[in-house]
T-cell receptor
Framework: GESVGLHLPTLSVQEGDNSIINCAYS??????FIWYKQESGKGPQFIID?????DKRQGQRVTVLLNKTVKHLSLQIAATQPGDSAVYFC????????????FGRGTSLIVHP | ETGVTQSPTHLIKTRGQQVTLRCSSQ?????VSWYQQALGQGPQFIFQ???????GRGNFPPRFSGLQFPNYSSELNVNALELDDSALYLC?????????????????FGPGTRLTVL
């Protein structure tokens, strides 16, 4: 079946570097995408979202890029900090008023001080 | 903190038993969703309730059922527990109806209940 997946299960970076977490999706009907951060012992926390009519959206230190041609989503974190260490999930939602979110497996981001 | 709480934090059951997990949503949030998160995996959508009615369901059998109450609390019930039901169960609340927001309303997750089935 169609699914959301991540290319890299673990990403290690140095503090201050920029991080890029990638996500591939295969359902062309998906029109809304969300990135979540999950720290140990906590539930997922919303980071940023993007609709399919956009290709880029920026937040505080984070940028999401959407490439619908190749069905690829990425999360860029600028000046990564130790507090950014967590598992990051992308999720897709098929529109039309329904809510059937599909999460990817997750990427573990490790930030070394 | 998200203002969403879940109880209990941890729970151990044996195969065949029944379990009820509880969630207290943010005040004013009419929509609650439940997810199952196996170790090392992303959350899997179980179902969603809006104003006390089921509003959407993922690929889970009928032995997974839920209730939502007017006081912004909700329950997830699982009957005839199986070993594979061992997971972290998350609830998430949001303000708007998915029929209005198209499912784009921000969800606020609780910390989860860790269920172990022996």
């Amino acid at each position: 079946g169609e699914s959301v997946g991540l290319h890299l299960p673990t990403l290690s970076v140095q503090e201050g570097d920029n991080s890029i977490i990638n996500c591939a999706y295969s359902n062309s009907a998906s029109d809304y995408f969300i990135w979540y951060k999950q720290e140990s012992g906590k539930g997922p926390q919303f980071i940023i979202d993007i609709r399919s009519n956009m290709d880029k959206r920026q937040g505080q230190r984070v940028t999401v890029l959407l490439n619908k041609t190749v069905k690829h989503l990425s999360l860029q974190i600028a000046a990564t900090q130790p507090g950014d260490s967590a598992v990051y999930f992308c999720a897709e939602n098929i529109g039309g008023g329904s809510y059937i979110p599909t999460f990817g497996r997750g990427t573990s981001l490790i930030v070394h001080p | 903190e998200t203002g969403v709480t879940q109880s209990p934090t941890h729970l151990i059951k044996t195969r065949g038993q029944q379990v009820t997990l509880r969630c207290s949503s943010q005040s004013g949030h009419n929509t609650v969703s439940w997810y199952q998160q196996a170790l090392g995996q992303g959350p899997q959508f179980i179902f969603q309730y809006y104003r006390e009615e089921e509003n959407g369901r993922g690929n889970f059998p009928p032995r997974f059922s839920g209730l939502q109450f007017p006081n912004y609390s909700s329950e997830l019930n699982v009957n005839a527990l199986e070993l594979d039901d061992s997971a972290l169960y998350l609830c998430a609340s949001s303000l708007a109806s998915p029929l209005v927001s198209g499912g784009t309303d921000t969800q606020y997750f609780g910390p989860g209940t860790r269920l172990t089935v022996l």
